[in-house]
Structure formats: structure tokens, C-alpha cells
């Protein structure tokens, strides 16, 4: 067996010796993987399998494949150790096997034949009729569709396959019976030239992987290397310029594409949203029709390559039309995660510039209103160098956001990041690019703008699908949510509480819901009570504060509609849950009523302020509250006179577990005068004694033997500071937000207080303040 092969590695001279193909595919031995987990390594592992070895691997993560695999009999090690290397009498490494790996370093230190994946594959390949599939884009895609039609077509064909095909099962497999065994050739790191295959299927030629190539031409040399190997027959893209320059000129190239010179030349296409239907021809005579039922004009050239192929394998264009229109794409290649007539929800693979254009095409030809894409640059090398083309693959995409480059195995590049996407966005005249560094953000910002009628892509090849699917997973909810509410409200996925609360700081809500009706309200705490979804009030967010993680599940902001009515009768004053508290001493004013002018001074709603039983100027609520109507957690309505109700300082027990409707005050016939000056006074008092600034109110409850403002004072901590959350300097007992502070650092100051009170005073401080959700 011979590899001449220059980037082999330290274990080049004891391979040769060894016949890999009659090792592999005749006898059976204890083989490791290193780097097993990876897409490529695991269809390996599954031939070797399937051959008869002992296959073990490692790997850092476990994937489903590697589940899989182990049901199947593979012996998984979660990490890389030397000993596994031990029992082996081969080790295969990936790629992306670092040379100081330990499980690499004992197999070539005990003299073991160590060799990487594509030298194995194609020695397997060997024992059979092989074929290659290569090119820069389309290869699973097109391996997939051959090993599909070849198939249908009963030819029992070996195949490996890059990723997980559905349609195919597992992403290689072995079969005994059939003579040809399909690859999809790896051109990303030069071992192309392991191949020494019967037929080669050539998509397209250009740059790419820049962090192994110097240029186009170290990459066409590869290309030139596999084809001159190829013993039979070489399929090739003629609308490709580098392809067909490359192969143009071989005796038996066939040629396919749209060009009128292809031998299998496709033509009359009719894009459908997820497929299409096209013409075939060869050589001027039409063979007959196709359809597809993967999208995009790209497919069609894939599916014309595998339709030439097929033939000259003497499989006839019935039988390969009808097997491709069976096809199903791979994963990861547009791959509808979530689809409704309101959204839809796609996964895509992409991840170079030609690739992502080719994509968000077939995006804007389904017929969506928008397309909002979130894309997580993949390699550092790559971003760089293509930079450029990056900033202008994006204009079929309305909205875009990227998120921080998935390195691979890379290590970072100074100045390099998914912020350099976004300039060059910017720079080509975008029209809505933005930077979210933290990955597990990516589906909030999106998932925030999405209106109805919207397409979000997720494009990448590193983890971004599993942000899209996050979002999958909560719009199957947040659907549900509407369904519950109709017409009554809107439900909007995740909202940033930091619009909602008066401190301005807070995560997003998971739903947001402002319902118009009590009987919405009520449906609502049946359903998250029904599904198990945590359910969370929330008024004007006065006297709240959320950490920077948000809230999970259901936040409903009673707010409008039946919670925003206001009505006097005689002497009571009823209020929905929504008014401001305000509100209800204005409109006690405009009917000469008196003794309600200290809730002049309360920020909060009418819900809140009787969840807390807010007070000011020596006053509370619950001092004019006459009855309240609640939702019980069942959603059924009740209504309680105030003698019924237990209250304390800052707390009502009922709310705690029950959601209030509405309350009804009492209030005396006063002259108007006399509530004028007593809103004057409140007024004055907040003027003078309370800061302007964004706050959440008095952040503790008043101790029994001070006043906490005034201990704050005392204690000299006015003005201390974290990080954008400082403590007033008007008012000892507000924490207030000088611009972009965050729950985290409004926290801490929180704590540094309590504990000076508590070192230098004795005194344990209480948060009057309700602190809520997840942190960042
Ligand atoms: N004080 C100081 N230094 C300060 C702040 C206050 O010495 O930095 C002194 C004041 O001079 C006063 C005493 O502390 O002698 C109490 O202060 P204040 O009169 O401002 O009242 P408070 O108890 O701090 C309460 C409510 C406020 C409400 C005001 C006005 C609580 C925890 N706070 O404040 O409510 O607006 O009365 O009526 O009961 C809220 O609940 O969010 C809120 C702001």
C-alpha cells in the first residue's frame, strides 16, 4: 500500500509496510479513533464497525453519533488518554487531532501504524469501485443524492457521507453486495490526493480553506492530483470556470450543467418554494423530467451531476428521476426546523460567502415577507480572508446578526471577530447588521424582531443550529400562547424587561403578554398552569428588579383595556390593575375627593402597589382599599372586602400566589383646595427628597429603628458606586442607574450595603424591592 503523502506525520515510515486496504476491509483488528465525535470520523467509525473491527474512539464531546456509534458497539472515552491507544493495532486520527494529542503521541511512540482519516477511507474505497464527490460546496448534499439514486437504482452501494442523511439512515455504511463505493472527498485539508478512485463527480473550484492553502492554484493543484488518479470517467461542472478549466481537457470528462455545450445539460427550471422541476438533456436529446424536492437552483446542478453519473452507471432516467424525486435533504441543508403560515424557521450549513448568497437566494424565493438571518462566522483564517465577499453575501437578508467566530480548531486572530463581519456589512451599505458576541443571546435579538410573515435562517457550520432551534422550540409555545389569547393580545418573545422596568435594567421575558381582558388573563394562568410554564406579573416595574438572565416562561403585563379603566361612584374610586396609582389621585381630585393624594407620590400600578402594599407620606394602600378582585391560580375570579384581607408592612400574602384585577378605594368629599395642597406637598417632598434618576423606588424596607435612607446616609455610602449603579446622592435609600448599569451590579451594590449596615450597625437590611429571574 503505498501513501505518498507529505503531510502524514510522524508515523509516515512504519505505515508503509503496511497493506491498509487488505488490514482494513479483509481482516479485522482493535482499531482507535482520535476524534471520533467529528462528522467525518463517525461515518468511519461506523464502516469500520460494519467491517468487523474493534473500533474504539475518543473524543472532548459526545455527539448523537457517538451514541449511535455506541449502541452499535463502539468503545467511547470522553477523553483523550494514552492507554486507549494501547490495545490498538491501528489509530486513525482526524483533522482537527492536534499533533501533542496523548492518545496520538503513545500510538506513534509504541511504533503502531498511525494514520489519518482520509488515508483509512480511501484505502477502504480501494476495495471497491470508488467514487469520489468533490468540491467546495454541495459535496453532502450531492454524496447523499448518489447514494440515494444508486441505491434506488439496486446497486447496493457502499457511501460515506458527511453528515447525517435521513433519507440514507447513518452517515456511511458498508455494503457487502454492491461493487461501488460513494465518498464525499474532504478538499479542506489536501487529502484529497488519498484518493485513487474509479469516478470523480467535480462541483466547483474556488477559494476556500485559506488556512491551509496559499492560493487558488495550491488548490487546484490538489484537484489536478485526485483527477489524475481517477482511472475512469470524471463528471464536472461546466458553469464552473475553475472546474471545467480543470477538467475540460481530460479524456473522459462528461460535462453537466446549464451551459448549451454540457453533455447533461439541465434546463426550463421552475423553482418552487422548497424545490424544483427541470428539463435533462444529452447531448441535444431530451431524456425527460426531474423534480426536486430540495430548493435552490444550486440543487439542480448537484442533481445534474448525479444524473449523469447514474446513467453512465447504466441506472435509466426513469428510475433516477423517480428516486430524486424522493430525495430528502441532508441535515443542515436548508432544514425547516419550524414552519407555519406565520414563520419559518430554517437551518442552513452555510458558511462561506458563495454558499450563504446561494442560501439566502433560496430564502427570498419562498416568498416570505423578511428574512432575518443569524450567522456564526466559522475559522478565524476564514473570516479574515474573506472578509471582503462576507460583506456582500448578505443582501437577500433583511435583518442580520452575528455572533462571535466558531474557531474549529483554531486559535483566535488579533483584530479577527464576528464584529468584522458586521463592518464589512456596514461598509457594503447594509441595511441592518449587528455584533451579539454571546452566542446563546443570538435567538432573543432575533426571536425579539420577529414579526409575522418572517423567515429566519441560521447559517453556520459550527453550533448556530442550536440557537435556531431554541427559538423553534419557543415559538411552538409562544404559538400556543396566541392561540389561548386570540385576538385579546399579542404575545412577543423575548422582550427586554429593562423597556418595562423604572430602574431600566433586566433580561428578556421568554413570552410578553398584555392581555386586554380578564378573560384572557384567565385563560392564560390555565394554560401555563396546564403546560407547567412558570407565570410572573409584572406591572409598571416600579419597584422591581430583574436579573440580567430575564424571566423563563410567561410574563404578563396587565396593561390596557379592562385593566386600564378608572371609575368613581359616590365616594369609591375603582381602578384596574394597570392604572397608575397616580392616576387614581388625579381622577379622585377631578371628583373632589380627598385622602387620596399621598398615591400622587407612588411610581407603580395599581396591581403592584396592592402586591406590596405601597405607601408615602406616612400612608398605605390598603389604608383606602375598600374590595379587590382577583384571578385565583385557577383563573377563577373573586372579590374580597378589605376586612377579609390579611395585610402587613410592604406585604400582602394574596397576591403572592393570586393575580389582582382590579381595587376599589374609598375617599372623602374634600374641597378642592385642600387636595391641593396636599398633592403640592407630595410633590414637594419628592422634588426635594427623591432623585430623578432611573430608580426602582426606596430599594429597602424601613428597619423598626431607622429609617434605611438615613442609615444608608449615615453609614457614608451615598455616592459609592458599581460599575453603573450608584447609590443616590439625593436619597440614601434609592440605587439609581447613571446609564447601561446592569441587575448584576445593582446586586452587588445591594450586598456591599447590607453588609456595612450589618457590620457597623447590627442592622439586617430587607429588600423592599422585588428581585426576580435568572442571572446573565
Ligand atoms: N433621610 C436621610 N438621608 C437620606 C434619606 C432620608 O437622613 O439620604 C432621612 C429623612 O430626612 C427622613 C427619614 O430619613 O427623616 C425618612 O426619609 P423619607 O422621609 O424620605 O422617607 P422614607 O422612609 O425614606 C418613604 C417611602 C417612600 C416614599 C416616601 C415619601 C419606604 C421604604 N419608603 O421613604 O416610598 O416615597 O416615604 O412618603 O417606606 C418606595 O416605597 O419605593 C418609596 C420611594
Known amino acids: 500500500m503505498k501513501l505518498a503523502s507529505k503531510e502524514r506525520g510522524a508515523a509516515a515510515d512504519r505505515v508503509e509496510s503496511l497493506d491498509l486496504q487488505r488490514f482494513l476491509t479483509q481482516e479485522r483488528h482493535p482499531i482507535h479513533l ?18 468487523g473491527h474493534t473500533v474504539s474512539g475518543s473524543d472532548k464531546v459526545t455527539t448523537m453519533e457517538t451514541d449511535r456509534l455506541q449502541r452499535l458497539g463502539l468503545r467511547f472515552h470522553e477523553q483523550h488518554r494514552p492507554e486507549q491507544a494501547d490495545a490498538a493495532e491501528l489509530v486513525v486520527f482526524s483533522s482537527a487531532i492536534k499533533n501533542d494529542n496523548p492518545v496520538l503521541v503513545s500510538g506513534r511512540d509504541s511504533g503502531k501504524p498511525v494514520v489519518r482519516r482520509a488515508e483509512a477511507l480511501a484505502a477502504i474505497m480501494r476495495a471497491k469501485r470508488g467514487i469520489v464527490i468533490a468540491g467546495m460546496h454541495g459535496k453532502t448534499t450531492t454524496s447523499a443524492m448518489t447514494g440515494h439514486v444508486l441505491r434506488e ?18 452517515n456511511a455504511h458498508w455494503d457487502a453486495r454492491g461493487e461501488y463505493f460513494v465518498a464525499e472527498g474532504d478538499e479542506s485539508d489536501g487529502t484529497l490526493r488519498c484518493f485513487h478512485p474509479e469516478h470523480c463527480l467535480i462541483l466547483n473550484i474556488e477559494e476556500e480553506h485559506l488556512d491551509f492553502y496559499s492560493d487558488l492554484s495550491a488548490i487546484e493543484k490538489v484537484f489536478a492530483q485526485l483527477i489524475e488518479q481517477t482511472s475512469g470517467k470524471i463528471f464536472y461542472n461546466i458553469d464552473d470556470a475553475n472546474t471545467a478549466r480543470l477538467c475540460a481537457t481530460r479524456k473522459d470528462a462528461i460535462s453537466f450543467g446549464f451551459s448549451d455545450k454540457a453533455d447533461y445539460r439541465g434546463a426550463d427550471v421552475k423553482s418552487r418554494a422548497f424545490g424544483s422541476d427541470f428539463c435533462v438533456y444529452f447531448r441535444g436529446r431530451k431524456l425527460g423530467e426531474a423534480v426536486l424536492n430540495v430548493p435552490g437552483p444550486h440543487n439542480v446542478h448537484n442533481a445534474l451531476g448525479v444524473i449523469a453519473l447514474a446513467i453512465e452507471l447504466g441506472i435509466s432516467f426513469e428510475k433516477i428521476a423517480a428516486s430524486l424525486r424522493k430525495f430528502e435533504h441532508a441535515r443542515r441543508r436548508f432544514e425547516i426546523k419550524y414552519e407555519s403560515e406565520r414563520f419559518l424557521l430554517v437551518d442552513d450549513y452555510a458558511h462561506h460567502p458563495t454558499e450563504i448568497r446561494a442560501t439566502l437566494k433560496t430564502a427570498r424565493a419562498t416568498g416570505r415577507k423578511r428574512v432575518l438571518a443569524m450567522f456564526q462566522p466559522h475559522r478565524y483564517s476564514r473570516t479574515k480572508a474573506l472578509r471582503g465577499e462576507f460583506g456582500g453575501a448578505f443582501d437577500d437578508a433583511d435583518r442580520v446578526v452575528v455572533t462571535e467566530v466558531y474557531p474549529a480548531s483554531e486559535a483566535p486572530i488579533p ?59 419557543d415559538l411552538v409555545i409562544a404559538e400556543k400562547l396566541k392561540a389561548v389569547v386570540g385576538k385579546e393580545a399579542d404575545v412577543c418573545l423575548y422582550e427586554p424587561l429593562s423597556k418595562h422596568t423604572t430602574l431600566r435594567v433586566g433580561g428578556p421575558a421568554q413570552f410578553w403578554i398584555e392581555p386586554q381582558t380578564e378573560k384572557a388573563f384567565a385563560e392564560l394562568i390555565r394554560f401555563c398552569r396546564a403546560e407547567n410554564l412558570p407565570f410572573f406579573v409584572m406591572g409598571r416595574g416600579s419597584n422591581l428588579l430583574v436579573r440580567d438572565g430575564g424571566i423563563r416562561g410567561v410574563v404578563v403585563h396587565p396593561f390596557g383595556g379592562d385593566f386600564d379603566k378608572i371609575e368613581v361612584n359616590g365616594c369609591e374610586i375603582s381602578a384596574g390593575a394597570g392604572v397608575k396609582v397616580r392616576e387614581v389621585a388625579y381622577a379622585a381630585r377631578a371628583a373632589n375627593l380627598g385622602g387620596l393624594e399621598w398615591m400622587e407620590g407612588i411610581p407603580g400600578a395599581v396591581g403592584g402597589a396592592l402586591r406590596m402594599n405601597a405607601g408615602a407620606m406616612g400612608s398605605q394602600t390598603f389604608e383606602n ?51 391641593d395642597n396636599r398633592l403640592r406637598e407630595s410633590q414637594e417632598k419628592r422634588r426635594t427628597t427623591q432623585p430623578i434618576a432611573k430608580s426602582a423606588g426606596c430599594i429597602f424596607k424601613n ?64 429588600t423592599e424591592v422585588e428581585i426576580v429571574g435568572d442571572p446573565a
Request: proline letters at 3%; aromatic letters at 4%; charged letters at 20%.
Open 34 to 51: 482520535v476524534g471520533v465525535a467529528g462528522s467525518g470520523m463517525s461515518g468511519l467509525a461506523a464502516l469500520l464497525i460494519e467491517l
Open 625 to 675: 382599599v375598600v374590595r379587590i378582585r382577583y384571578l385565583d391560580s385557577q383563573g377563577n375570579a373573586h372579590v374580597k372586602d378589605r376586612n377579609e384581607l390579611e395585610v402587613f408592612y410592604r406585604r400582602f400574602p394574596l397576591l403572592e400566589n393570586n393575580f389582582a384585577i382590579s381595587a376599589t378605594f374609598r375617599a372623602e368629599p374634600t374641597e378642592r383646595a385642600t387636595i
Open 153 to 170: 437504482g439496486e446497486l447496493h452501494p457502499s457511501y460515506y457521507v458527511g453528515a447525517e442523511i435521513p433519507i440514507l439512515g447513518t
Open 703 to 766: 428597619p423598626n429603628s431607622i429609617p434605611a435612607g438615613k442609615l444608608v446616609d449615615e453609614l457614608g455610602l451615598k455616592n459609592s458606586r458599581v460599575g453603573n449603579a450608584r447609590v443616590s446622592e439625593v436619597h440614601g435609600n434609592f440605587i439609581v442607574n447613571d446609564g447601561g448599569a446592569t441587575a448584576a451590579e445593582v446586586l452587588e451594590l445591594i450586598e456591599k450595603i447590607k453588609a456595612t449596615a450589618r457590620s457597623k450597625r447590627g442592622i439586617e437590611l430587607e
Open 415 to 473: 483584530g479577527i471577530s464576528g464584529q468584522t463581519i458586521v463592518d464589512e456589512l456596514l461598509k457594503h451599505g447594509h441595511r441592518s447588521a449587528s455584533y451579539q458576541a454571546r452566542l446563546e443571546h443570538v435567538h432573543c435579538h432575533i426571536g425579539n424582531a420577529l414579526d409575522i410573515g418572517d423567515l429566519v435562517l441560521s447559517l453556520g457550520a459550527g453550533n448556530i443550529h442550536e440557537q435556531l432551534s431554541a427559538l423553534a422550540a
